[in-house]
């Protein structure tokens, strides 16, 4: 669901510079600094590296980048 909402122009211009910087459009920027401020928010014992971190783990699986753990040694 879509819904318009005004922003200040600065706020925009901002998100505009670290959207081109992350290579994300200016919706998404906004929506991802929405995202980690959410979850910053419900989770303030963690610091911002480990939740990008964490979401950027995710998503790796998610897309099928990581493989399995496979135990090399034998158990006793």
Do not use: C, H
């Amino acid at each position: 669901m879509a819904t318009s909402v005004r922003l200040n122009d600065d706020f925009v211009s901002e998100a505009k510079a670290y959207g081109i910087a992350e290579n994300r459009s200016v919706p998404m920027q906004i929506e991802y600094w929405a995202k980690i401020g959410k979850i910053m928010m419900e989770n303030p014992d963690l610091s911002y590296e480990f939740v990008r971190e964490s979401l950027l783990a995710t998503e790796e699986v998610k897309q099928g980048l990581v493989k399995p753990y496979e135990r090399r040694t034998k158990r006793n």
